[in-house]
Nanobody, 124 residues
């Protein structure tokens, strides 16, 4: 069992930066693939970025490549999402997720564990 808690959201102007954190608890965190999803009002939840349990592999949705960076600190049981050059279309609730099977799929359904989400608002 893994519990996830996001933090770091807020209001930022376009072009600005935010760093989201996801603190995980549970003995098997180190073996889970971790990811970030987001959901804007009236839209489906979408994959943003994922990272393998070792941290050696990562994947991003096309619209955030070159602007967002996912990382993990196993010693702190924390996953980060560094978001730079933010755009108004990045506005959404951002969720941290864990996948014990390691497939890192874009479909949110196979991801077993979720945090409560943190709101990110980017003003133009």
């Amino acid at each position: 069992q893994v519990q996830l808690a996001e933090s770091g959201g807020g209001l930022v102007q376009a072009g600005g930066s935010l760093r989201l954190s996801c603190a995980a608890s549970g003995r098997t965190f180190t073996t889970y693939t971790m990811g970030w999803f987001r959901q804007a009002p009236g839209k489906e939840r979408e994959f943003v970025a994922g990272i393998t349990w070792s941290g050696s592999g990562s994947r991003y949705r096309d619209s955030v490549k070159g602007r967002f960076t996912i990382s993990r600190d196993t010693a702190k049981s924390t996953v980060y999402l560094q978001m730079d050059s933010l755009k108004p279309e990045d506005t959404a609730v951002y969720y941290c997720a864990a996948d014990p099977d390691g497939y890192m799929l874009s479909d949110p359904k196979p991801w077993d564990y979720w945090g409560q989400g943190t709101q990110v608002n980017v003003s133009s």
